[in-house]
Structure formats: C-alpha cells, structure tokens
C-alpha cells in the first residue's frame, strides 16, 4: 500500500475543485484567456492532462518515460506549450474526459504503488507522495489561472500546506536555475494556515534570516501567480528578500512571474 495516501486524497480534493469550475462552462468559456500569455481555460486543463499523463508514463513504463524526458531536453522552450496546443484543440467535453480518465488513473496507480518507490521525472527520481504533492502544487496553480479567466475568488484550504513545503524546499532551485549561488543558512518560514490560523513552520526558530506571511499568499508567490508587491509575504534579512523575488516551487527554467497589478496580468504558465 502506498504512503502517499494522505495526500493523494487531497489531490483529489483539489482536482474535484477545479473541475468543479469548468464543467458546466459554455465553449466560450473554455477559450476564455488566462494570465499565462497564450493559454485559454482549455489550454489549463490540457496542459494538467499531459502532465498528468507523463506522471502516470513514468510509475508505469519507465524506458518510455525517458524517450520523453529526451524529447522535453530538445525542446525546452517549447515542449510544454506544444503539449498544451495539443489538447487545447480538442472538444471541450472530449478534453474534460480526457482530464477525469488521466487522473483516475494516476491516483490509482500512485496509491497501489509499494511505499518507498521512487519514479523517474524531469528533474531528479521522486518519491511517490513527492509526485502526488507536485501534481496538487500544479493543479492547484493551473486552477487559479483558470478562476483568474472566470473572475472567481477561491476558499484557500489547508491543502496548501502541499504547496508551502513545495516552495521552501524549492529555495535553492530557485537560486541555482538563475545561477546564483544558495544562502548556506536556513530560514525560518513561517506562515499562517488559510482555515485555523495555526503557524506552519519550517527551519530553525533561531534563524537569523526568515519569511513570514499567509500560507496562502506563500503559495501564489512560489507558483509566480502573483507579484511580490501585491502580497503580504515579508522577509528579514537580505538573502531571504531576494528569495522572495526570485522564488519558484515548478522545474524548469525560471519564470516570468505576474506583472503587479498596476501593471495589469501576464507571466508564468
């Protein structure tokens, strides 16, 4: 039985939100635009359906995973878009279906695998609630592009815990992939739950740099789908302030990031 119960059932959770948002939407609202330049509601969806897929490619038929881990290497700039085209095109309900059948399947298969299991990605091998903890990091952050097209306020949960721990141990990634050299000290975060107010805390308390604010907009700010400006998000000390212009919870090459909000949308997929 896998250890990656806990949060897989949040994955869910999450996934069900989201799906919530566009299942009864018209085709108009499917090629509604989002933040990301480029991307409509369909191409949100999409995109969590072929990464989706690739998870599920990798815990099952790990020699055909790395044909597209090389595919992705020649293509770097392009092959996340490409695999968000691809879906984008189809028929809403057909794509939606598409969604539902590839993460039925993912949650399945990531729950029967055996605990200790560590599966091929992009990036290093990950453990199995590690896969399950990104794929809500991605789902919930696709999802917040898609409720920024629809004008929608979502009820932040405490299923973002997944995506804080996400961000603080992405601290320095976020660094390297800037070639920038990480602070050798630990922070101390702490951020405050969305639900009951309790602190979630990471590091050591007598840190002498740390990051404090909302769990919530921790999260937005690590995923880039919010300006630094426009959250309550603060840091002491000058490697933690710059972490937090910086900051990046996703692989991959570093992101734009949203525009402030004076400056109007845009940035990070």
Do not use: N
């Not at 992405?170 to 101390?188: C, H, I, N």
Request: proline content about 7%.
């Amino acid at each position: 039985m896998s250890d990656a119960l806990p949060v897989l059932d949040d994955l869910r959770s999450e996934s069900d939100e989201l799906d919530g948002l566009v299942a009864e939407l018209s085709d108009e609202g499917w090629s509604l635009a989002t933040p990301a330049p480029g991307w409509t509601v369909a191409h949100q969806i999409a995109h969590l359906t072929w990464t989706d897929r690739a998870a599920l490619l990798a815990a099952t038929d790990p020699d055909a995973f790395a044909a597209e881990v090389e595919k992705a290497a020649a293509a770097p700039g392009s092959f996340v878009d490409e695999g968000a085209a691809e879906g984008a095109v189809l028929p809403p309900a057909e794509l939606l279906a598409r969604w539902r059948a590839g993460r039925d399947d993912l949650w399945r298969t990531l729950s029967e695998a055996p605990a200790g299991a560590r599966l091929p990605w992009y990036g290093p091998p990950m453990a199995v609630p590690s896969m399950a903890s990104a794929r809500l990091m991605e789902t919930w952050a696709h999802g917040q592009d898609v409720a920024d097209a629809l004008g929608v306020t979502r009820a932040p949960t405490d299923r973002l815990r997944h995506v804080a721990r996400i961000g603080v141990r992405a601290r320095d990634f976020a660094f390297a992939v800037r070639g920038l050299s990480a602070p050798v000290e630990e922070f101390r975060v702490e951020l405050t739950s969305p639900m009951t107010g309790e602190l979630w805390t990471y590091g050591p308390e007598d840190a002498a740099q740390r990051v404090t604010g909302p769990a919530l907009d921790f999260c937005l700010l690590v995923t880039q789908r919010a300006h630094r400006s426009d959250l309550a998000v603060r840091a002491e000390g000058p490697d933690a302030d710059h972490w937090l212009d910086i900051a990046q919870a996703f692989a991959g090459p570093p992101g734009a990031g949203r525009r402030a909000k004076s400056d109007g949308a845009g940035g990070t997929r």
